[in-house]
């Protein structure tokens, strides 16, 4: 690509210098076209050279990107003597990206011009798998026989090859302890902690449906709690969410900025504010038996046009000196560059050898969960999950958080959050629903019959009766005033605070 862009670059000063010198002599266009015809015969070797790549689209963010090409280019060199590029595609989060890869294998069956996708956990890859739409490739056994084969009853591979856990992610809660002890709030063990009312508008979390991580955490949440007792959960969390992020990674921003106490977080985001931060004042935890550690896949995809660099860009993935990238300190031997990941290896082996050097805080093989995560579930109803979180608790969020506030002033009793966080489907509705939710017409009418439920049950909440008269009209409307806006106030001096004091803090 570089080569590509000199030759290019030199073309386009050349022919203005030549524009610039021989502006209206006539006798000077023989010599220009000579002059063309060399460039491009000059130029020839090193577009040749630009086809030799491979074509990725991902969610990751620049820095696991701008690694990778690095460390592949040199591994490159070294298997084949020619250094082979990266064209990355970015279509936003992982869900985004499922919908992008499904619709051009649905228009171009027999292939779409992309070689493998690389990352957004596990459960989109079974989805492809299911769909034939990856491409098996059996690893060297040098590098297969170092990798675990699983981790917390969770397969790191496909047993038939079409997909491989490339990195790990755990799910937690990151929190900032300066804010809390400011105002005097608890530090999360638990995710029922973030449906604690006096959090309301100091949690974090980006909308599930652009997030593929924090889709996780809700659907972890799910099968940790069940459905029933999940969604309880998730709807008094999503009551106490200042605002839905589209990006998760803005969420844990804003828990490092003071904007919010507490974030959804997957643990290399959050590790990431804790190195930069400090220990002191960030904290990150792993709910005890309520999350897990799961792959974050890669694959070929079906039709791959480039399928030599593609099973080659596997293998370094997989490799040692891929695997080191993820998890060693920026600027150690074997190590990133630029960027520091603060990511998991998938082989073990790596964490005795490079202990000393890593930007991990835990070996994810050693860390245990009770927590049994059933992947075939997640990936099947990933879209039904995406879209009632959607309906329920974002797009109705203001009717929520209107809906949460009067649970609070009547005492939080229990029929009153049976009602609040009732759902309109059970689970088993919901996998039966799944398989038919690629069909537009039953998901856009369910979706709208979803809209009406959320719309009705939080309006129960509402302001109460109207009064008889103008006067009783004017006490009520002062009181719904006095409930709703003080509160939000008064969180916004505190919040004001908080940002003050982190200044003064970055100041000193």
């Given at each position: 690509m570089n080569e590509t862009y000199n030759v290019r670059h030199f073309m386009e000063m050349a022919m203005n210098c030549f524009y610039q010198k021989n502006r209206g002599n006539g006798n000077s266009f023989f010599t220009f076209a000579c002059f063309l015809i060399l460039c491009s015969i000059l130029s020839y070797p090193a577009i040749s050279f630009s086809e030799k790549k491979v074509i990725i689209i991902s969610p990751h963010w620049e820095g696991i990107e701008t690694e990778f090409e690095r460390g592949f280019e040199q591994f490159s060199k070294a298997k084949t003597g020619e250094r082979i590029g990266v064209e990355w595609l970015d279509q936003g989060g992982t869900s985004a990206m499922l919908r992008f890869v499904k619709s051009?294998?649905?228009?171009?069956?027999?292939?779409?011009?992309?070689?493998?996708?690389?990352?957004?956990?596990?459960?989109?890859?079974?989805?492809?798998?299911?769909?034939?739409?990856?491409?098996?490739?059996?690893?060297?056994?040098?590098?297969?026989?170092?990798?675990?084969?699983?981790?917390?009853?969770?397969?790191?591979?496909?047993?038939?090859?079409?997909?491989?856990?490339?990195?790990?992610?755990?799910?937690?809660?990151?929190?900032?302890?300066?804010?809390?002890?400011?105002?005097?709030?608890?530090?999360?063990?638990?995710?029922?902690?973030?449906?604690?009312?006096?959090?309301?508008?100091?949690?974090?979390?980006?909308?599930?449906r652009s997030s593929g991580s924090v889709h996780m955490a809700y659907e972890i949440i799910l099968q940790a709690f069940g459905w029933e007792k999940g969604w309880e959960v998730l709807t008094r969390l999503g009551a106490n969410v200042r605002n839905f992020t589209k990006g998760s990674n803005q969420s844990v921003k804003d828990v490092a900025v003071g904007e919010v106490a507490y974030g959804l977080a997957i643990d290399f985001y959050a590790w990431a504010q804790v190195d930069e931060v400090g220990a002191e004042y960030i904290g990150?935890?792993?709910?005890?038996?309520?999350?897990?550690?799961?792959?974050?896949?890669?694959?070929?995809?079906?039709?791959?046009?480039?399928?030599?660099?593609?099973?080659?860009?596997?293998?370094?993935?997989?490799?040692?000196?891929?695997?080191?990238?993820?998890?060693?300190?920026?600027?150690?031997?074997?190590?990133?560059?630029?960027?520091?990941?603060?990511?998991?290896?998938?082989?073990?082996?790596?964490?005795?050898?490079?202990?000393?050097?890593?930007?991990?805080?835990?070996?994810?093989?050693?860390?245990?969960?009770?927590?049994?995560?059933?992947?075939?579930?997640?990936?099947?109803?990933?879209?039904?999950?995406?879209?009632?979180?959607?309906?329920?608790?974002?797009?109705?969020?203001?009717?929520?958080?209107?809906?949460?506030?009067q649970v609070i002033e009547r005492g939080v009793g229990e029929e009153d959050l049976r009602r609040l966080c009732a759902v309109p489907i059970s689970e088993d509705e919901a996998l039966k629903l799944a398989g038919k939710w690629g069909d537009p017409e039953i998901r856009n009418r369910t979706i709208a019959a979803w809209t009406a439920f959320a719309r009705e049950k939080y309006g129960a909440f509402g302001g109460g009766k109207t009064g008889r008269g103008a006067s009783i009209l004017m006490w009520v409307s002062l009181g719904v005033l006095l409930v709703t806006v003080a509160p939000y106030g008064w969180s916004v001096v505190q919040r004001r605070r908080v940002q003050r004091w982190i200044l003064e803090r970055d100041d000193k």
């Open positions: 051009e294998f649905a228009a171009r069956p027999e292939g779409i011009g992309i070689d493998m996708m690389f990352g957004g956990g596990v459960d989109p890859y079974l989805e492809l798998r299911r769909l034939n739409l990856t491409h098996p490739y059996r690893l060297p056994e040098g590098i297969l026989s170092k990798i675990a084969p699983s981790i917390g009853g969770m397969r790191m591979y496909d047993p038939d090859y079409h997909w491989y856990g490339a990195t790990l992610a755990g799910f937690g809660i990151i929190f900032n302890k300066a804010v809390l002890n400011m105002i005097h709030l608890p530090e999360p063990k638990t995710w029922e902690d973030l449906g604690d009312p006096r959090l309301l508008t100091w949690v974090g979390s980006a909308d599930p990150y935890t792993m709910p005890e038996n309520l999350t897990i550690v799961n792959p974050d896949a890669i694959a070929i995809l079906r039709g791959a046009p480039h399928p030599e660099a593609a099973r080659l860009f596997l293998e370094f993935v997989l490799s040692e000196p891929g695997q080191k990238l993820w998890m060693l300190r920026k600027g150690a031997p074997g190590g990133p560059v630029e960027f520091q990941l603060n990511r998991f290896s998938v082989i073990p082996s790596l964490y005795e050898k490079a202990w000393e050097n890593t930007s991990v805080r835990m070996n994810p093989f050693d860390w245990h969960s009770s927590l049994i995560y059933d992947s075939e579930k997640g990936s099947a109803r990933w879209r039904i999950v995406n879209d009632l979180v959607g309906v329920l608790l974002v797009d109705s969020h203001r009717e929520l958080v209107r809906a949460w506030k």
